[in-house]
Nanobody, 117 residues
Framework: QVQLVESGGGLVQAGGSLRLSCAVSGTILSFLSGKDMAWYRQAPGKQRELVAHMSTDGSTVYADSVKGRFTIFRDNAKNSVYLQMINLKPEDTAVYYC????????WGQGTQVTVSS
């Protein structure tokens, strides 16, 4: 059974940075190499939204709200996906999740990102 484990969240001030990590377990190594992967987030009272996704060929797409500030990257050998976030804003506050794109697997517990003004 595939498990997605997110980590790296925390409380930061506006303008700060965080790097989120997502480890995929319960499957063969190099699982990620054949999957488009993505980061999503869900803010309080809002629906889960797509933040960024990365195709198997390395191409990336970002939500307009995070363009130029967030970078998604992956390490297929480690079955891991990352999200580097800089210049964080209070509106980035949310629980962040990783999954395939589109989402195929059960959601992990996510990692909380809180940005104070």
């Amino acid at each position: 059974q595939v498990q997605l484990v997110e980590s790296g969240g925390g409380l930061v001030q506006a303008g700060g940075s965080l790097r989120l990590s997502c480890a995929v377990s319960g499957t063969i190594l190099s699982f990620l190499s054949g999957k488009d992967m993505a980061w999503y987030r869900q803010a309080p009272g809002k629906q889960r939204e797509l933040v960024a996704h990365m195709s198997t060929d390395g191409s990336t797409v970002y939500a307009d709200s995070v363009k130029g500030r967030f970078t998604i990257f992956r390490d297929n050998a480690k079955n891991s996906v990352y999200l580097q976030m800089i210049n964080l804003k209070p509106e980035d506050t949310a629980v962040y999740y990783c999954n395939t794109y589109p989402s195929l697997f059960s959601w992990g517990q996510g990692t909380q990102v809180t940005v104070s003004s």
